[in-house]
């Protein structure tokens, strides 16, 4: 059997709080799908890489059998209660510091809470889109929005570790600023349907709330520079076509002094991985590749180690509203990545020594240089 290298201190670059309610069997499982979508009828999302991890590592920390039925681990969990069964999960991921993007809606933990809980530092990453939405909600015409917007840009970079943005499926990043004529057109534009939309609610014609209008994509554009050019890293959630739409925007942002964190590049991954290797301000995330990836997650990092410098390798989880995501996320990537580095110590083409400081950077030591967090 291989040996493994152990994968000590972890950062979780990009994930998100776990929710504050008791879930129902059809409600948990809805939240181990890759997708908004339910699973197909008769079928259960259980029946996944994720759902197979979560019966691996999470019942023992209950108290119950690895891989025992999930009707009894949910009966489990609601007796101890969210609080505690949240407590005992992330308290046995560990990660010393969370990131975490606050732009979900729902009753989620904010990263007080959250580090609360897991026993670890948490810090905020602010979703540009969402800012734009609250700050839309006190403006009162469009030249206010965009004045009391620039002021947010800059104020949230001053306690917040980064920024991130989930708009890569806009057709296109553009690899330069949108000038003030095509900004504040697009701002109204995206206002107006902002408030019709919310209009529509008020009557009762649509089946949600307002705010829900995407940015328009000049509008995202605008705000995607402005982050540039406060310095904190950026982080770009991929789309389903991959990182080929943020190619232009990732080469023109060189040397503007921000890094630009590629996020959820799985199945995606060779393709970030290799821009992560061609720009020195770019850096892929590892985030869900494990949890996704289940048994096959040493085989799938392997292949992203290929092509992307070691240095620009940062773990995260990615999770979200289930403690179960957190601790499946940091359990699969440290069996796989110590299951990798192991295999090449074994075969003499790697050191231990170099292998577990291999296993130090891409786990936390790239994330605690890219967001500036002190060491521990």
């Known amino acids: 059997m291989t040996d493994t290298?152990?994968?000590?201190d972890l950062v979780d670059q990009n994930c998100h709080g776990v929710l504050r309610t008791e879930l129902g069997l059809g409600t948990f499982e809805a939240r181990l799908g890759a997708t908004p979508a339910p699973a197909a009828p008769g079928t259960t999302f259980f029946d996944t890489q994720t759902?197979?991890?979560v019966r691996r590592w999470c019942p023992p920390l209950l108290g119950l059998e690895a891989h025992c039925p999930p009707a009894h681990y949910l009966a489990r969990r609601r007796e101890l209660g969210v609080a505690e069964t949240s407590r005992r999960l992330l308290r046995a991921t560990g990660v010393s510091a969370h990131l975490v993007d606050t732009g979900l809606p729902g009753d989620l933990t904010g990263p007080a809470e959250l580090a609360s809980a897991a026993g670890s530092e948490a810090r905020e990453i602010v979703r540009l889109e969402v800012l734009a939405e609250q700050v839309a909600d006190t403006s009162g015409t469009i030249d206010t929005f965009l004045v009391n917007l620039g002021e947010a840009v800059h104020t949230a970079a001053s306690s917040a570790v980064a920024f991130t943005s989930v708009g890569a499926d806009a057709p296109y990043a553009a690899p330069e600023p949108p000038g003030p004529v095509r900004v504040r057109a697009a701002a109204g534009r995206w206002l107006a349907r902002r408030e019709t939309e919310r209009r529509a609610a008020r009557r009762g014609t649509v089946g949600r709330g307002g705010g829900g209008a995407?940015?328009?994509?000049?509008?995202?554009?605008?705000?995607?520079?402005?982050a540039v050019a406060c310095g904190l890293p950026l982080q770009l959630r991929l789309g389903t076509a991959g990182p080929a739409r943020l190619a232009d925007f990732v080469a023109a942002t060189e040397g503007h002094g921000c890094d630009l964190v590629l996020l959820h590049g799985y199945p995606h991954h060779r393709q970030t991985a290799a821009l992560a290797g061609r720009h020195p301000h770019?850096?892929?995330?590892?985030?869900?590749?494990?949890a996704r990836t289940g048994a096959r997650a040493a085989a799938v990092l392997a292949e992203i180690m290929e092509l992307a410098p070691f240095g620009k390798l940062l773990f995260s989880s990615g999770a979200q509203g289930l403690p179960e995501l957190h601790l499946v996320g940091a359990r699969q990537f440290r069996e796989a990545l110590g299951r990798v580095l192991g295999a090449w110590v074994e075969d003499g083409a790697w050191t231990r020594r170099d292998a577990a400081r291999v296993a130090t950077m891409i786990g936390s030591g790239n994330a605690r240089r890219v967001y500036g967090l002190r060491e521990r």
């Open 5 to 8: 290298v152990p994968v000590a």
């Open 51 to 53: 759902g197979f991890a």
């Open 214 to 226: 995407p940015l328009e994509p000049e509008l995202l554009d605008h705000l995607r520079w402005s």
């Open 282 to 290: 770019v850096y892929a995330d590892l985030g869900t590749v494990p």
